[in-house]
């Protein structure tokens, strides 16, 4: 099996369900939060949270990647940018390293101002590691915190043309 067929599906799996310990909790910016509800039960202590199923509905996504060149791919409703670009296999060098989980910047990207506008407000832990991003403008958001709806149709998006990694870059100040 490829190394990339296996990143999707530890990807798909990793997001699809969760299961906890009575003691431990879900933070409410765990990448099961991000695109729609998040179906919750509790049997015989153990708390399990599982993602409502995807539609069928698809819309074109175009990519403007960090060589300038238009990518345009189809994706399902529901799924987030970085769902996106993992399942479509999409080569943007170190994109999406914590796979969803708020921890790292490399996810970013540029959407114009009216797609911008379409989405929600910016959660204080997405602008938290939005500061530590390269390039960052007035219309930067995280791909994985995007979820894509019918709305968003046709959206152009941009990939910075460099990535921190704030997991890494905190890795090294620590080590000096």
Request: glycine share 6%; charged share 25%.
């Amino acid at each position: 099996m490829s190394s990339s067929l296996v990143r999707v599906l530890l990807h798909r799996a990793a997001v699809a369900r969760v299961t906890l310990a009575p003691h431990q909790t879900l933070r409410k910016t765990s990448a099961l939060s991000r695109c729609g509800s998040v179906l919750h039960r509790q049997i015989r202590g153990i708390n399990t949270f599982t993602l409502p199923l995807r539609t069928e509905e698809k819309v074109t996504i175009n990519f403007v990647n960090r060589d300038g060149k238009k990518i345009s791919v189809t994706a399902l409703t529901g799924n987030s940018i970085l769902d996106v670009v993992v399942d479509q296999n999409l080569d943007f060098d170190g994109f999406g390293a914590c796979e969803g989980t708020l921890a790292c910047s490399t996810c970013h990207v540029i959407l114009e101002e009216d797609v911008y506008k379409k989405l929600g407000s910016i959660s204080d832990e997405e602008m938290d590691m939005l500061d530590l991003a390269y390039g960052l403008t007035d219309t930067s958001r995280l791909g994985c915190q995007v979820c894509l709806r019918k709305d968003l149709e046709g959206m152009l998006l941009r990939v910075p043309e460099t990535v921190a990694d704030a997991r890494v870059d905190s890795q090294q100040e620590s080590s000096t």
